[in-house]
């Protein structure tokens, strides 16, 4: 049972737009900034998204994060079949003094 | 470029210690903002976190894991390691070393991962 709650899975068709959740509680998402990392099997995860909305140099602008009150939400426009992964979303928790981890969502494009 | 590698053996024997070492390159472990972890993922399950250290050896642990690990750092190797002891099957997983940015923040850097297999 993770401390962040996602859907396990979500899909679109190419060129739709995804909306990932990210729930979690006043001591984690709440408190501190939110973080999305992408996964393609068998591959290293990669930073998508940091302090809630920023996005590393090379993530396409297609991919964006917001938060609001104990929730953070990661949106994909212009799907691609490339984008199908796993997503993470992750925060430090204040209460825990530990950093939790969403328990992913599996990114299907139809 | 910062670039971290975990090394250690790809086999460990139930009920003894897992060790790993992480060797950071291309950048300081001692540096101010970085906050330095361990995170795992067995096959086919999700992230998991393990643990996350500061140079000057403050550390947290995953309360799961707190009684069987200890987190280690290197100033003068540029290293920072993990042993776990007591491992089950349950321990096997590949094993990621990484970077937190700005302190208790986003975790922006990872190594390759190890892969750590728990069997007799």
């Known amino acids: 049972q993770s401390v962040l709650t996602q859907p396990p899975s979500v899909s679109a068709t190419p060129g739709q737009k995804v909306t990932i959740s990210c729930s979690g509680s006043?001591?984690?998402?709440?408190?501190?900034?939110v973080s999305w990392c992408q996964q393609f099997p068998g591959t290293v995860p990669r930073l998508l998204i940091y302090?809630?909305?920023k996005r590393p140099s090379g993530i396409p602008d297609r991919f964006s994060g917001s938060k609001s009150g104990t929730s953070a939400t990661l949106d994909i426009t212009g799907l691609q079949a490339g984008d199908e992964a796993d997503y993470y979303c992750?925060?430090?928790?204040?209460?825990?003094?530990?950093?939790?981890f969403g328990g992913g969502t599996q990114l299907t494009v139809l | 470029q910062l670039q971290l590698q975990e090394s250690g053996p790809g086999r460990v024997k139930p009920s003894e210690t897992l060790s790993l070492t992480c060797v950071v390159s291309?950048?300081?472990?001692?540096?101010?903002?970085?906050?330095w972890a361990w995170i795992r993922q067995p096959p086919g399950k999700g992230l998991e976190w393990i643990g996350t250290?500061?140079?000057?050896?403050?550390?947290y642990y995953n309360p799961s894991l707190k009684s069987r690990l200890t987190i280690s750092v290197d100033t003068s190797k540029n290293h920072f390691s993990l042993t776990l002891s007591s491992v089950t099957a349950a321990d096997t997983a590949v094993y990621y070393c990484?970077?937190?940015?700005?302190?208790?923040?986003?975790?922006?850097?990872w190594g390759q991962g190890a892969l750590v297999t728990v069997s007799s």
């Open positions: 990484a970077r937190h940015n700005g302190g208790l923040g986003s975790i922006h850097s």
């Open positions: 992750g925060a430090w928790d204040t209460s825990l003094s530990a950093w939790v």
């Open positions: 291309g950048g300081s472990i001692s540096d101010s903002r970085s906050y």
């Open positions: 006043s001591s984690n998402i709440g408190k501190n900034s």
């Open positions: 250290i500061y140079y000057t050896g403050t550390s």
């Open positions: 302090d809630n909305y």
